[in-house]
């Protein structure tokens, strides 16, 4: 059901021809209101594809009627041209919506349509392509179209991600692409979320906020960072409900986490999902920084690939890093056997059971009563097979 | 020639049993004099191997007569015991050479012996088999044991590596292993220097870390540094020379380079060798910081491994920094060919030729004039299986 499951909203996804292969590759949400409160979380990336800078100024207004998405293309480092092409982009969508009667005050501007892309950096879009695939996109709106938006949003995604919540009266869907936030893995996350709760953009911005910190910004599958990543949050106010704010908080964070965990057992190449729990740290920052750590050690990553519960790269990982903790006070469980105990030798390593695809890593800082916990995934052949033939 | 180039050392390498495999894993090196200044420096990880809490100890009085290293156990994560056993080990040099006669003043003690390990963590050495061992390196101490002494500190290099540079009566020779130093590739980064040049600590100190900071600092294999770490460099004084210090320095420095390029070279899993240059950066850090970035980036280690010229994937990783720079205004070439210009597209990337083994990237950040290399590989599914199966 994913971005249609909420009432006021409908989708289509077809293939426009981006895409050499003829897969779906444009994705288009359109919120019918009566509301158009829209929130939205970025790429921390300096270096910011041109839809992410478009979409970042439409959105300072605190509404969108339309997002529109392709996959095909990141339009990303494309100068000013890719500029304009975002802004044609939206243009067209805007026209298209209007033309084809989609709101009866004829309401739909350039402004208020968010645009994402993903794909390779570095090539500009093929607009004689884009710009009649929006009017096929607009055509085929529906509010079954949900699935197909997710499937349209697909680069190397081997399944699409949808998730939803129905409350009391109200609910919040959404579908994502990619692997990672703050440090996505290859290419783009792409998150759009929609509720039919009836609330404004400061309410859907801090529950998205609150939600994103904990759930995407700490799945990190490569430790490298998009140029693209967008994670966007509309209300239709169809629903007529205005929800308690922690109990929307919580939905928000509750779709957005299953999306998380989707894209880590999606992540490039990926044969184990490991969850890092960093534990009694001094503080919550120690604790998301040594996860982190540990998360983008590839001699660790390459370790549990191996089956190998080699805690030993554990501690290095963790003696990198600015966390208040004495190396002698160290401990670390891997799938529940504390194979490190006070920085040396614990438990058998042989005890250790790796043969499952989830794999649970617990650090220890002794320092604190502060957690976090960071989702990755280890590091095989398949994952360099992969990214060292993506743009050939 | 390596560490016995020098007038005044005497070296050997043996097999004393710590590997299975029955491979040489014990090396000494001994300074006699008639001088035994040294310096050191060692990883910054703050979970530091046994060895490594030794030596720095040691080195805090600014002589050395004897290193010990052994491959086959990293005396890391070892508790008590670990330290104790690294004492052990000193001792049993200390005796073993004055028991030798190899000092007429009978003068080798255990303070001025400097201990290194490389192999996995958190087991302990096999002190029955070591401790025999040092008497038979003893037993084979010759001015000629240089190479064998590079020979028996190998763990998974394929090739052990020696530099030496001789300049009007001086010399300054080195041996290495692993690959890396603040961010060394597999296991650990262990080196010996050693000059004739007639110098004390100080000046050996500030020759080793000017020398360091721009060499084995600046080798980033894998992004993941070691609890091992340790670079040595002893003066004998055998050549009564004292050379001007910024000759000094830079034949130490040579040396430390040569012996760098070495270990990327024979980095885990490798196939291309990849020199990431910043220029026109505000500051030296900035250059520094980016360059690490590129070089850790897994994707486009990625990439280079595909022969794909993939700038976008060097823009993403610039972006990630706190370096000074303008999106609009970077610039990049691989090959010699700027296929990225002001952010955007640039010259046709399919004018790169990268068939060859060397890749040099330059990232130039047009915010200053400042430069800094870093020196990488790539990433490749030997790395993955190399680092899968290493402790199993």
Redo the contacts between chains.
């Keep these: 059901m994913s971005v249609t499951a909420a009432q006021g909203f409908t989708a289509s996804g077809i293939a426009a021809g981006i895409k050499e292969n003829g897969n779906p590759d444009l994705a288009l949400v359109v919120n019918n209101g009566p509301r158009r409160a829209a929130a939205g979380v970025f790429t921390?990336?300096?270096?910011?594809a041109a839809p992410v800078l478009w979409s970042e100024q439409v959105l300072k207004g605190g509404e969108l009627t339309a997002v529109v998405l392709n996959s095909g293309g990141?339009n990303?480092?494309?100068?000013p041209k890719?500029f304009q092409d975002t802004h044609a982009t939206a243009e067209k969508v805007a026209e298209s919506l209007n033309t084809a009667g989609h709101d009866e005050t004829g309401g739909h501007a350039p402004g208020m349509v968010a645009v994402c892309s993903t794909g390779?950096?570095?090539?500009?879009l093929p607009m004689d392509k884009l710009l009649p695939g929006v009017d096929k996109a607009v055509a085929q709106l529906s509010t079954h179209g949900g699935e197909k938006a997710a499937i349209a949003i697909k680069t190397t995604d081997t399944l699409h991600k949808t998730s939803v919540v129905t409350k009391d009266g109200w609910t919040v869907g959404g579908m994502a692409k990619g692997a990672g936030m703050l440090a996505p893995g290859?290419a783009t996350m792409l998150v759009v979320l929609t509720t039919d709760a009836d609330l404004d953009s400061d309410a859907l911005d801090k529950a998205l906020r609150a939600a994103t910190r904990t759930t995407f910004d700490r799945v990190d599958s490569?430790?490298?960072?998009?140029?693209n990543d967008t994670v966007l949050l509309l209300a239709s106010g169809a629903s007529e409900v205005t929800p308690d704010h922690a109990e929307f908080a919580e939905a928000v964070r509750a779709v957005c986490d299953d999306l998380g965990q989707q894209l880590i057992r999606d992540a490039e190449g990926a044969s184990k999902d490991i969850k890092v729990e960093v534990i009694n740290a001094a503080t919550e920052d120690d604790a998301v920084e040594v996860g982190r750590s540990i998360a983008?050690?590839?001699?660790l990553k390459?370790?549990i690939?191996?089956e190998?519960p080699?805690?030993?790269?554990v501690?290095?990982?963790?003696?990198?890093?600015s966390a208040a903790?004495e190396?002698?006070w160290?401990n670390v469980a891997i799938n529940g056997v504390w194979v490190?105990k006070?920085?040396?030798?614990g438990e058998d390593r042989d005890k250790v059971d790796m043969r499952y695809r989830e794999v649970h890593i617990v650090a220890d800082l002794a320092a604190g009563s502060e957690t976090a916990t960071i989702w990755t995934n280890d590091?095989?052949?398949d994952?360099?097979?992969?990214?060292?033939?993506?743009?050939?």
Excluded: Q
């Excluded at 921390?44 to 910011?48: H, Q």
């Excluded at 983008?296 to 001699?299: P, S, T």
């Design positions: 921390s990336n300096r270096v910011k990141a990303a480092c494309t100068g890719g390779l950096i570095g090539v500009l290859l490569d430790g490298c960072m998009s140029t983008r050690n590839n001699l390459c370790a690939h191996g190998d080699n805690w030993g790269r501690l290095s990982a963790i003696g990198t890093t903790f190396p002698d160290l490190c006070n920085g040396g030798v590091l095989t052949a994952y360099v097979h992969e990214n060292s033939a993506y743009s050939s």
